[in-house]
């Protein structure tokens, strides 16, 4: 049988004094359990959402806490389009440019009954700074417990509503693009979208204490993409044991790719995501201009595509978690051990042989 999987919303325990509280049945815990359907499972820590947007996660955050209040209803999605928007929503809607549109609020249920002087609370990533042994200051991004009024938190509401909306615009704006730009390639043209994949922890089936817990475990840098074409889609994942990410390392794992895939292309669009410390920032530029673009003889046409903060993984994302899914099974099931670079790097000739 082939079930779609749901996960359980809370411990057993709870579930079963919830179930014998509304169900005319008696039953045991026991019994409860033992009856559990096989596609309800429990929830796992890597199934966890950890790549957020922060500006997306702060005001779902806020506005959870209104729709608790019954301020709201419905979706924030949904609302920003019906109350902020013209139907059908364009991108110069939400970025306020639209001259139909650009003065619409966002409005809310007004209760005469709430009083203005509870106090209530809600949750919201904030950065921190903290001094370290040595007297260094560094800065941390935890989620913290506010507590407001409720007209404290309406304006807190609107406050990031704007932010939002235009973030949200440019976001599927660009997806829009770049869709687009994929679907009408022309001969000679090609897009790739890179991304550095979270590093691989290397390991073995079993290990002692000072491996598992100490500082003797070994990670390898995977820098991962999609080279789109008239021709065929080209999956692609450069490894190393440099952890560094800055623009020398990304030129490093581009040179490779752009040798084997880009000699002959007379246009090439670059999209990854935006952040500061590596693909965003002058050096970067220099990579492009001084690296890149004479590496390619025939290049008429370069274009190096930010994606909005917090987004733009995807196709790339995916390509790193598959490559560490696949070792990591191996190493769990006892085929493989993969304590360094080396044994990551020759691992992939024993898929080839299996495969």
């Known amino acids: 049988m082939k079930k779609q999987k749901c996960y359980l919303s809370n411990t057993l325990r709870v579930l079963h004094s919830k179930f014998c509280a509304q169900s005319p049945y008696i039953i045991s815990y026991a019994s409860f359990c033992q009856l ?66 650009f003065e619409n609020l966002f409005l809310l249920n007004t209760h005469d009954h709430i009083p203005d002087t509870r106090i209530l609370s809600y949750f919201s990533w904030h950065p921190i700074q903290e001094t370290g042994r040595q007297g260094m200051v560094f800065r941390r991004i935890m989620k913290k417990r506010i507590e407001c009024s409720i007209v404290d938190l309406m304006n807190t509401f609107f406050s990031l509503l704007p932010q939002y909306v235009s973030h949200i615009g440019r976001q599927r704006h660009q997806y829009k693009v770049m869709l687009s730009l994929k679907e009408n390639l022309t001969s000679n043209e090609a897009l790739m979208h890179v991304d550095f994949s979270e590093n691989f922890s290397c ?49 490093g794992h581009l040179q490779p790719v752009l040798l084997a895939k880009c000699t002959e292309l007379k246009s090439l669009h670059i999209q990854s995501d935006s952040p500061p ?36 993984k995807r196709a790339a994302d995916g390509i ?31 898929f080839e042989d299996k495969n």
């Open 36 to 101: 559990r359907p096989f596609w309800v499972v429990p929830m796992c820590i890597s199934d966890r959402d950890t790549c957020l947007c922060v500006k997306h996660e702060n005001i779902h955050l806020v506005y959870a806490e209104l729709k608790k209040l019954k301020v709201v209803d419905g979706d924030l999605d949904s609302g920003i389009e019906k109350f902020m928007c013209c139907s059908p929503a364009t991108t110069k809607c939400y970025v306020r440019e639209c001259d139909a549109c």
């Open 203 to 251: 390991k073995y089936h079993k290990e002692i204490q000072s491996t598992h817990f100490g500082a003797n475990r070994q990670q390898v840098t995977l820098h991962t993409g999609v080279l789109y074409s008239t021709e065929n889609v080209y999956s692609f994942c450069s490894i190393s044991d440099d952890l560094r990410h800055d623009p020398t390392a990304i030129w």
């Open 277 to 312: 410390s590596q693909y965003r920032n002058k050096f970067m530029m220099y990579v492009i201009m001084k690296k890149i673009i004479p590496f390619l003889p025939l290049l008429e046409t370069f274009t190096w595509n930010f994606t909005e903060s917090g987004h733009g």
């Open 320 to 350: 790193g978690g598959a490559i560490k899914r696949t070792c990591d099974k191996m190493v769990a099931n006892n085929v493989l051990h993969i304590p360094n670079y080396t044994a990551f790097c020759q691992s992939g000739s024993w």
